[in-house]
């Protein structure tokens, strides 16, 4: 099911009755853009937004400040994105079945967003990607049941358990509010290794999945030279 405040088709790219389909939002071909802001997607029985950008011409997908949680997938439970330039930012994906996000022929990015137990067998993996590199910036990926990546993913200033290293990630528990079952709260704990460990980059949003302002905490030393909080939430003082 959905809670929806915005989901948009501009200006050709076809919504297909959910009869027909097996997601719960599907755009088919082009040209066009699929907008979802401020969404909940959950306990769908087949991919949350499966998108198909071949045909007529290219498609695009946006996704700003949406909750994908328990939805279950052969792959792409949240997204499925074959053939689509894909912008994924301030989201919360967690307890999905099947690859979390599914990519295919594209290079989509995903910014300032956080992964949590996620599960797949299939072939095991929260993210893959085929055809294309997947791009996290800013995020966190914890806590799944399931290898971080399948195919080519590249990250930076990301907090990946056993996940790609290099000089701007790394891997620690980020703190969770709680991870308790029924009331998942994936914004961070004072004392977090996440909090201002991002750049102040342009392309990170100003505001988090809640809509409070990112900014430098004057508590914490700034590691690297970054300024605000990897993954969905901005920590918001004890």
Do not use: K
């Not at 992964?115 to 072939?123: I, S």
Request: hydrophobic share 35%; with cysteine.
């Amino acid at each position: 099911r959905a809670s929806a405040n915005s989901i948009s088709c501009v200006p050709s790219a076809p919504l297909i009755p959910r009869e027909h389909r097996r997601s719960l939002v599907n755009a088919y071909a082009g040209p066009g853009s699929l907008v979802a802001t401020d969404c909940v997607f959950e306990e769908t029985a087949g991919q949350a937004i499966t998108a198909f950008g071949y045909g007529s011409g290219s498609m695009s997908v946006a996704v700003s400040n949406c909750t994908f949680a328990n939805n279950t997938a052969t792959y792409g439970a949240a997204l499925s994105l074959d053939g689509v330039t894909a912008w994924v930012e301030n989201s919360v994906l967690y307890g999905n079945s099947g690859n979390t996000i599914y990519n295919y022929n594209r290079n989509p990015s995903i910014i300032s967003s956080t992964f949590f137990n996620n599960t797949d067998t299939n072939p095991g993996s929260v993210v893959r990607s085929i055809n294309g590199t997947v791009t996290l910036l800013s995020s966190i990926v914890w806590g799944n049941s399931a290898d971080p990546f399948d195919g080519s993913v590249s990250a930076d200033y990301c907090d990946i358990q056993d996940g790609l290293m290099g000089t701007t990630n790394f891997s620690a528990d980020p703190l969770f509010a709680s991870t308790d079952p029924g009331s998942i709260d994936l914004s961070l704990q004072n004392g977090s290794p996440c909090i201002d460990r991002a750049p102040n980059d342009s392309s990170i949003p100003a505001t988090d999945c809640l809509g409070h302002s990112r900014y430098d905490d004057p508590a914490t030393p700034n590691w690297n030279a970054t300024a605000i909080d990897i993954g969905a939430y901005e920590w918001q003082g004890p």
